[in-house]
């Protein structure tokens, strides 16, 4: 047997967490004097311990730990770090990206360049764009739900026969952006129509192209705004993108490209 103390010390983790895993049940000593109330361990839980420490290393809340300590399952514990250096992949590219635009900001500031200045670098064009037939789903969804409703829209255009005449896109139909809880249309530009699709007018567009990750996204938006009133134009209808090259085509955020189009008319 271990005294707590021990315990601790062998597993690098204090008595007063030893105390706290206790009353939650994640592990328990073996023996609690009743004397005393000093606990102790087996040594047979030194490797349940480290096993805990291991799975808090990889940022699994208490809970999680305990249902697979509990369970103790391999093919249960495989799917949950799995699932969890999908996660951690996830943020690591995210970091890499914060990286490269952190140290595009540091070279710019160094050189006496606005922070801001890369905005004035996005070109801004008009085009005169085509009426469009297009596989359509309006509804209020976050910005999660984006992929889910334009995979349904293929999965339907593929069950359909119907063949496509450009690449998909959103047209954002909120006056304001509320990412839980928007309405938005996903749409899919098809040759022909039928009961499910319908006519996405054209007409002239302020337009710009977003490279790179979708959270780039609000600075094109935002040199599209300045461009329109400084030019004399009003936006006559809603917003949408077209998304050029995303996730089906790159696994790489920085490969997208977002062409964006604001309908527009001269003051």
């Not at 311990?49 to 808090?56: D, E, G, P, W």
């Not at 801004?124 to 509804?139: A, D």
């Not at 349904?152 to 005449?165: D, I, N, R, V």
């Amino acid at each position: 047997m271990l005294s707590i103390g021990e315990f601790s010390k062998i597993c690098g983790v204090t008595t007063r967490t030893l105390r706290h895993y206790d009353t939650i049940g994640l592990i328990k000593p073996t023996h609690i004097n009743p004397d005393t109330g000093y606990r102790f361990y087996e040594v047979s839980q030194i490797r349940q311990l480290l096993l805990i420490n291991r799975l808090k290393g990889y940022h699994f809340s208490l809970e999680e730990i305990a249902a697979m300590v509990s369970m103790y399952d391999n093919h249960y514990i495989l799917n949950q770090i799995t699932s969890k250096k999908n996660e951690i992949q996830l943020k690591i590219e995210h970091y890499k990206l914060l990286e490269n635009q952190l140290k595009f900001d540091i070279l710019n500031l160094e050189r006496g360049v606005d922070i801001m200045s890369f905005i004035d670098d996005i070109e801004v064009t008009l085009v005169e764009t085509k009426p469009q037939h297009i596989l359509y789903s309006r509804q209020l969804m976050s910005v999660d739900d984006y992929c889910k409703y334009i995979g349904k829209l293929f999965e339907l255009a593929h069950s359909s026969g119907m063949q496509f005449a450009g690449a998909p896109m959103s047209i954002y139909h909120d006056k304001e952006f509320d990412p839980a809880n928007n309405d938005t249309e996903v749409a899919l530009p098809v040759e022909v129509q039928n009961q499910h699709t319908r006519l996405l007018a054209g007409g002239l567009c302020a337009t710009a192209t977003c490279k790179g990750a979708y959270s780039n996204l609000p600075n094109s938006y935002a040199k599209l705004t300045e461009w329109i009133n400084e030019n004399g134009y009003d936006v006559t209808s809603a917003p949408y993108e077209q998304y050029l090259k995303g996730p089906m085509e790159s696994q790489s955020a920085d490969d997208y490209i977002t062409q964006i189009f604001f309908p527009v008319k001269k003051r």
